[in-house]
C-alpha cells in the first residue's frame, strides 16, 4: 500500500527530477535573463504544463471531422459517444498513470536512477508483466504514433488548400513533410511548454470559429440531417469519437517530464472535460447547418465559406498540427534513439540527425494515404482501441491480479469506482465493449469506408476531395445577325455562370 512507503523513499519519488531535460542543450552557464526566458518558455514539468499537453494534444486536427462523424451518426448518437468515449479515456489514462508509478516506485526502490533515461509505455509493460507484454504494447503503441503522424500531414495539406488552391494536396504534404521534420529538434516533452499552451489556444479559438460560423451562416437551403442511415457509415463514426478520446498513447511520456508525476492522476479527466466544451458545440453546430452535405466534406472548413476568420482559423490549425506531429512522433524518436545507442547522447545535432529516419517513413505513408477523415476511423479502430483502451485495462487487471500486488499497491482504486472489484468490473466493460464496438464492428465499418476511398480516388491520390479542374471551352464566334435571320436554328451561346457560383460549387471526383 502506499502507506507502507518510508519517508524517504515518498520523498524520492516526489522529488527527483525526471527525465533527461539537459542532453541535448548547449553546455556552459546561461545569464539570469536567458534562464527565466527559458524557464518560462521552454522547461515545463508542472501539474499546469501537463494539462496543457494532454488538452492540447487531445483534440488537435480531429475537431476538424468530428461534424463529418456527426453526418454518420446522428446529433444524439454523436453527442452521446463523445460523453462515453471521454469517460472512458479518461478511465484508462488514469490506470496508465497508476501503473507509470508502480513501476517507477518498484525501480526506485532498486536504486534505479531515471534521471538519464525517458520512461515510455512499453517499459512500463515489460518491468511490471514481462516481455511478452512490452512486444506487444511497443507494436501496438509505435504503429499507432507512426499513423497519428500521418494524419498530421494530411491535415496539414488539406486545411492549406483551403487558402492556397495553386498547388494540390500532394505536394503541399511534401512542403509541410519537410516542415515537420524540424521536430527532431525539440528534446523531450518537457521542453513542449510554450506550444503546448499556444496549441490550445489555437483550437479553441478553431472551435468557437466552427461554432459561430456555422450559426450566423444558418441551415443550408433544403438542409437535411438523414443520420445515422447506415451501419458502415454509423459505426465510421463512432470509431472517429473512439479516436478523438485516444490521444493518450503519450501519457508516460508526460508524466515523465514532470516533476511530481503522482499530480496526474486527474488532469486527463480534468482536460476531456474541456476538450468536450469545444468538440459539442462545434460539432454540433456545423452539422445542424450543414446537414447530409458533411458526409462528403470530411473536412469542416469546406463547407464555411472563405473569409479573414476562416483563414485565420486554417493557419492556427496548420501550426497546431505541426505541434501535434511532434507530439505523435517524440516517443518514436525515443524509440529509436534506444535502439541504435543515442538516447544519452549530449549533442543535439547528433541526436537531430539520429531521428530524422523516423520522418521519411511518416512523409511517404501520407502520400500513399491521403484520406482525411476515414484514416482517422481506421487507426482508431485497429489501433486506438488496443494501443489506449484494451491494454492497459488489462495490464492493470494482471498486474494486480494477486493479493499480494493488490496489498502492496501504491495507489489503490478510488472508493467511489468501488474499490479493487469495481475497478476490475470497468475494466472488463471497457474492454468488452472497445473490442466489440470499437475492433470489431468499428473495424468492419472503417475498413470498408478506408477500402471504398482507396477504390475511388486510388493510393497517392494527387488531390483527396479536391474539385475536379473546370473544362477549358474553346471561344464560340458570336453569330452576325444577317446569320440569325437567314438561319434562326443559331443563336448566341448562353453567358457562362458567375464567377462566385462556380466557386462555390462543391464537387467530389470520384464520389458514387
Aim: charged share 10%; with cysteine.
Amino acid at each position: 500500500m502506499g502507506s507502507t512507503l518510508n519517508g524517504n523513499e515518498d520523498k524520492v519519488v516526489e522529488t527527483v527530477m525526471v527525465g533527461r531535460y539537459v542532453e541535448m542543450e548547449q553546455d556552459g552557464e546561461e545569464s539570469p535573463i536567458k534562464s527565466r526566458l527559458s524557464g518560462l518558455l521552454w522547461h515545463g514539468g508542472s501539474a499546469y504544463d501537463a494539462w496543457f499537453s494532454c488538452a492540447s494534444n487531445q483534440v488537435a486536427q480531429v475537431l476538424l471531422t468530428l461534424p463529418y462523424s456527426f453526418s454518420q451518426l446522428g446529433m444524439l448518437s454523436g453527442i452521446l459517444f463523445q460523453l462515453l468515449y471521454g469517460l472512458m479515456g479518461s478511465w484508462t489514462a488514469y490506470l496508465i498513470s497508476i501503473l507509470y508509478v508502480e513501476y517507477r516506485t518498484r525501480k526506485e526502490r532498486e536504486k534505479v536512477d531515471f534521471r538519464n533515461h525517458v520512461i515510455q509505455w512499453f517499459e512500463v509493460l515489460d518491468g511490471l508483466l514481462g516481455k511478452h507484454w512490452r512486444n506487444v504494447g511497443l507494436a501496438f503503441n509505435c504503429t499507432f504514433l507512426l499513423f497519428g503522424s500521418v494524419i498530421q500531414l494530411i491535415a496539414c495539406a488539406s486545411n492549406i488548400y483551403y487558402i492556397n488552391d495553386k498547388l494540390d494536396k500532394r505536394t503541399w504534404t511534401y512542403i509541410f513533410g519537410a516542415c515537420c521534420a524540424t521536430t527532431v529538434f525539440i528534446p523531450s516533452f518537457h521542453n513542449y511548454r510554450i506550444w503546448s499552451f499556444l496549441g490550445l489556444v489555437m483550437t479553441t479559438y478553431t472551435a468557437w470559429y466552427l461554432t459561430i460560423a456555422s450559426l450566423l451562416h444558418g441551415q443550408m437551403e433544403g438542409v437535411k440531417h438523414s443520420g445515422p442511415t447506415k451501419l458502415v457509415l454509423y459505426f465510421t463514426g463512432a470509431t472517429n469519437i473512439l479516436y478523438t478520446f485516444g490521444g493518450h498513447a503519450v501519457t508516460v511520456e508526460i508524466m515523465h517530464a514532470m516533476w511530481k508525476p503522482q499530480k496526474f492522476k486527474a488532469i486527463y479527466l480534468l482536460a476531456t472535460l474541456y476538450v468536450l466544451t469545444l468538440t459539442l458545440p462545434s460539432a454540433a453546430s456545423v452539422y445542424w447547418a450543414f446537414g447530409d452535405a458533411l458526409l462528403n466534406h470530411s473536412n469542416a472548413f469546406s463547407l464555411l465559406p472563405r473569409t479573414a476568420f476562416r483563414d485565420a482559423a486554417v493557419v492556427l490549425m496548420l501550426i497546431h498540427q505541426f505541434i501535434t506531429f511532434g507530439f505523435a512522433c517524440t516517443p518514436l524518436y525515443f524509440v529509436w534513439e534506444k535502439a541504435i545507442g543515442l538516447h544519452d547522447c549530449r549533442s543535439l545535432c547528433k541526436r537531430a540527425a539520429a531521428r530524422l529516419p523516423v520522418v521519411v517513413p511518416i512523409w511517404f505513408l501520407a502520400i500513399v494515404f491521403p484520406f482525411f477523415g476515414p484514416i482517422n476511423s481506421a487507426v482508431g479502430s485497429l489501433l486506438v482501441s488496443f494501443t489506449v483502451y484494451v491494454i492497459p485495462a488489462l495490464a492493470h487487471m494482471f498486474t494486480f491480479r494477486s493479493a499480494v500486488a493488490r496489498e502492496n499497491a501504491v495507489e489503490r482504486p478510488p472508493r467511489f469506482v468501488g474499490g479493487w472489484i469495481g475497478a476490475y468490473m470497468t475494466n472488463m466493460l471497457v474492454v468488452g465493449w472497445v473490442l466489440v464496438v470499437g475492433f470489431g464492428l468499428g473495424g468492419w465499418a472503417s475498413m470498408t469506408n478506408f477500402i471504398h476511398q482507396i477504390n475511388s480516388f486510388g493510393l497517392f491520390a494527387k488531390c483527396y476531395q479536391c474539385p475536379p479542374p473546370m473544362p477549358t471551352l474553346a471561344p464560340t464566334p458570336f453569330p452576325s445577325t444577317a446569320q440569325n435571320a437567314t438561319n434562326p436554328a443559331i443563336i448566341p451561346s448562353p453567358s457562362p455562370a458567375p464567377s462566385y457560383f462556380i466557386h462555390h460549387q462543391h464537387y467530389h471526383h470520384g464520389r458514387p
